[in-house]
């Protein structure tokens, strides 16, 4: 059996990195076995989604790594959803109901007060043809609700019924069907809700493992009796911990908490997002993967905590300065040529200012102020500008080396007697325009002798 995900989100916004968790267990996991990923839009309800959003995800993904083997849309496949509802009709297994929702509200309320649990009481099991002739002489059209296999003869008289399944994440799971109410599967108007689609395109798809968040684990106990009536195997199930901001709060494609969008145009690296999205909440250390067959490696779903976890972009930001000061030139190269860095400098450059980057486009201001000068000249006290004099004034002539920092430094020390601090710091403000920053030692010979007299205070 080829192992087969899925990724499957509604477009109607941009994805947070909290989907993007999702998304990447699932690649991951195809790629620890070699499996298929299928991206599928849940894109049901037409009036919110849009296609814009479904590209801007497929940017992300991209983005990130993941290129799915196949792109599915549900809207392009509804015959094959009316034509499993036609077969759960004809198996007595959903059912017509027409409360408006105030009724219902009524109903869970009264449900309350009894002490009863607020699911869905099956009266509309009980219409005689009369009262759906009235309903629909009223003008009120039918939704439809599936039958959960919870009772033995009477379904108006449900019974504990546990559903079983080992979760990939979680372990052993168990849902009493009996606690719920038959979930409606068709709306009036004859939209699908998410439940049916999902299931018929799973079967379909061949989708082998459902990997989502733990707010799905009640939804799975409905969904396997709906795989079962429709006469097919669940897959196996997986339901990772959900990520919350901060404070605790759920992220939401609606406001755009932390969308992957706006990471990147923050300068966030992709493996620095991938490799906190994955790690944060399982048992591995929250390291910085090179790339994501490295990620791949400490990849374990059931090595991830079952309560929620809290997302810090402040992590983020520690991450991503490890990616820069690691980043080998070959990666940095493309990146550095379209903020116009490109001259044969620019290895010795990118090798000289890495360790010193939060972000790959702040190289930009360092390599301006290594064409340019410092962007704002320091001020400098009378003794320290006599001291500047006199070291410009020994300044080695060229030809350059590796050494000539030391060489310097060193006929400084000699002419001023100035050394540590109060030797360097002054060189470095009339050099950079900064207290710190890349080794003056790598950055000299990028200036050469002209560029570097042209900082004399």
């Not at 993941?66 to 392009?76: A, G, M």
């Not at 490109?342 to 890495?354: L, Y």
């Not at 980057?357 to 400098?380: C, H, K, N």
Request: some cysteine; aromatic content about 8%; overall charge negative.
């Amino acid at each position: 059996m080829t192992v087969t995900v899925r990724f499957a989100p509604s477009p109607t916004g941009r994805i947070h990195i909290g989907n993007a968790r999702t998304a990447l267990f699932n690649w991951l996991f195809a790629m620890n076995n070699k499996g298929r990923f299928i991206q599928r839009f849940d894109d049901t309800d037409i009036a919110r989604s849009k296609q814009e959003y479904a590209d801007s995800i497929l940017y992300d993904l991209h983005w990130l790594g993941i290129f799915p083997d196949v792109t599915e849309y549900q809207s392009r496949r509804f015959e094959i959803y009316d034509a499993a509802v036609e077969r759960l009709k004809a198996a007595r297994v959903l059912y017509a109901c027409y409360e408006t929702p105030e009724e219902l509200d009524l109903r869970r309320k009264v449900r309350r007060t009894r002490g009863l649990p607020p699911v869905y009481g099956r009266e509309a099991l009980t219409l005689t043809p009369e009262q759906v002739a009235e309903y629909q002489s009223d003008g009120r059209k039918p939704h439809w609700r599936f039958l959960l296999p919870n009772f033995t003869s009477d379904p108006l008289q449900p019974e504990r019924t546990d559903v079983h399944w080992n979760d990939l994440v979680r372990g052993e799971e168990t849902v009493d069907l009996a606690s719920l109410s038959d979930p409606v599967l068709v709306r009036e108007d004859g939209t699908y809700l998410y439940t049916l689609p999902s299931v018929v395109d799973d079967i379909e798809m061949g989708v082998s493992h459902v990997i989502r968040g733990d707010d799905h684990v009640t939804n799975t106990g409905v969904q396997i009796a709906i795989f079962k009536a429709l006469g097919a195997e669940p897959p196996v199930f997986g339901h990772h911990n959900l990520l919350t901001t901060t404070t605790g709060e759920g992220l939401s494609k609606r406001t755009g908490a932390l969308s992957i969008e706006s990471l990147r145009e923050d300068g966030i690296e992709p493996m620095a997002v991938a490799s906190l999205a994955v790690l944060v909440g399982t048992s591995e250390n929250v390291t910085a993967a090179h790339d994501l067959n490295a990620l791949a490696s400490h990849f374990d779903p059931a090595a991830t905590s079952k309560s929620a976890s809290k997302f810090d972009p402040d992590e983020l930001f520690v991450l991503n300065r490890t990616l820069m000061h690691h980043m080998p030139f070959e990666e940095a190269r493309d990146r550095l040529m379209v903020l116009g860095i490109s001259s044969d400098k620019a290895e010795p450059f990118w090798m000289a200012v890495r360790g010193n980057l939060d972000r790959l486009s702040d190289a930009l201001a360092w390599w301006r102020i290594l064409s340019d000068g410092p962007q704002e000249p320091a001020e400098f006290s009378g003794e320290d500008r006599d001291f500047l004099n006199q070291a410009f004034d020994v300044l080695p002539e060229e030809p350059w080396n590796g050494t000539v920092w030391k060489d310097w430094t060193g006929k400084i020390k000699e002419t001023t007697g100035r050394k540590g601090k109060p030797l360097f710091m002054p060189l470095r403000l009339a050099l950079t325009g900064r207290t710190s920053g890349p080794e003056l030692s790598d950055l000299l010979p990028l200036m050469g002798r002209e560029g570097t007299l042209a900082r004399r205070p």
